[in-house]
Structure formats: structure tokens, C-alpha cells
């Protein structure tokens, strides 16, 4: 395992343990900010640009003022890749907070925005993604606004850790009947040769990863259809599937008690693994390219 130990915390580099912030920090107190969990592979940034912009959206979202244009955000994440000298597989989180102030609901408008990431190692679930993951099923009781990557995560923590406690990979959330997403992927059923999905609605996050299987399904003549499904569909799924940054496209072989199609991966989700796959090297060799 390699150690990364350099942390970029407002356009410097620390040592991850001279890290220090004061304890009336919003993001502390009230979950006041926004992040993005970013793929590396083989020391590259896989869709860096969907991230970024997501990144974008969010602060807007919630009034957080990014003091770095887009183009220094671009550097400084490259930055980080450097300081630490990453060859391997890995994941960046990123972190902004509205900042540090005394503690008040409302937020005074010139505080300025703290920011953090840092890099650890993350080789790939290779193993499940061959043999697939079970689910549990759970209400989804989050707020509204699902499509902003903020900091308040509790709902997805709980949903999470009880997926964990019955031995499963992950929580398939739904609210009224609709499936919306997991607690920390987005999920997709495939019926009849078609893959459903949430529509990308305030109530769900918009998957860096589901933008990418759109684009797979478009170049491979699969229809992708933006519908919600209901939690009792699963019972005719022909297969099951999850996406996120550091789950790639996982196969669900199992929920609750149920097993999906015939218990393996389906064609499909295999499809799909592949085009991720071919898509992540093809973009790791024209940054290695640029970087020339
Ligand atoms: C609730 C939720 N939905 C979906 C995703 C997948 O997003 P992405 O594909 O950008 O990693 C995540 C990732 O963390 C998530 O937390």
C-alpha cells in the first residue's frame, strides 16, 4: 500500500498530519459543504470533467463561493497527483466547506470557503465485479435536493451501514414505491434487452459513471430508458447493476432475499463492464499523451 501523505488544503500542500482546522468550521457543525470522490487509475483522472463541473453545480447550488476558477482547480487536482508521486489506482476526495465562523445558522457572506483533498490507493474490485454483489432494500429519507453532493450524508451512512450488517454491498433506496438510487451509487435494471434508470431529477445524484453508461449504451445500440422503476420490478429484473466512481459497474446478483436472473452477471452488465474498462484506458493513454 502507498502512502499518500501530502494533503492540498487552500492551493498548498501539507503534511497529512500538520492538517489542523478550527473547531467552528461549518462543514463540521453543519454538514455546510460540498465534495467529489474522483477515479484514478493508473495515475490519470478518469472523467475528471463531469466531476468538475459537478463540483461547479453543487457550490452554486448552495451559494458556496469557489475561489479558484475551474482552470486552477484543473491544476492544483493535477497537482496533487504529482506531490504525491501516484502511479497506481486511486481515488481523490474533495472537499470544499463554506468556511470558518462563529457558530450561526446563516452564514456571513465574506467568509471564505475551506478546501481539502487528498489521495489514498484503490485497486479495483475486480473480484466482485466478476462474480457480482448482493442488496438489501431501503426507504430512501433523504431531503429533495439529492442531485447536490453535500456533505449531509447521514441517511446514506445509515442506509449503508445497515447494508453492511446483513452482509450485503449496498442499499437500493426507494421512496413511494420508486427505486431513485443506492445509498452511494446509482442503480439501473435491465428488462427485456433495456436499461431503466432514475431520470437525472433533483432527487437523485447525477452519476459521473451514469453519464458514461449512457454514452456505453449509445455506442453499443442499447436502449437506456430514463424511467424509474418500482421496487417490486426487481422480482422480474433480468439483471441488476449499480455504477459509482470507485464501484464502476458492479453486477447485483442478489436483494434481500431475492436472487436476480440467474444469480450471475448478465450480458448486459458484462457489456457494460467492458466499455468501462476500454473507455478508462483509452482516456489513461491521452492523458498520458497530453502530458508529453
Ligand atoms: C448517492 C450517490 N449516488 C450516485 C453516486 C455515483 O456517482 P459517481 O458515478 O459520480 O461516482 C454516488 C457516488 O458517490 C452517490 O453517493
Known sequence: MTIY??????????????????FEERGLQF???????IRVYQGNYYLIDEHVDR???????????VP???DQMYHYLDQLLKVNEVKSDAKVYLQITRGSAPRDHTFPLDTSANLYAYVKDLPRATDWMRDGVSAISHPD???DWCYIKSLNLLPNVLAKQEA???GSFEAILHKDGEVTECSSSNAYLVRNGKVYTHPARKNIL???????????CKKEGIEFVEEAFRIEDIEYADELFLTSSTAEVMPITKVDERTIGDGTPGKITRTLQKCYEEDAKISAEQSLFKHV
Open 5 to 22: 501523505d501530502r494533503i492540498l488544503t487552500e492551493k498548498e500542500f501539507v503534511h497529512q498530519n500538520d492538517l489542523q482546522y478550527p
Open 55 to 65: 463540483l461547479y453545480r453543487s457550490a452554486d447550488a448552495v451559494k458556496i463561493n
Open 164 to 166: 453492511k450488517e446483513q
Open 206 to 216: 447525477h452519476g459521473c459513471v451514469r453519464i458514461a453508461v449512457e454514452a456505453f
Open 141 to 143: 429519507v433523504r431531503w
Open 31 to 37: 454538514g455546510d459543504g460540498i465534495y467529489e470522490v
Open 68 to 70: 479558484y476558477t475551474k
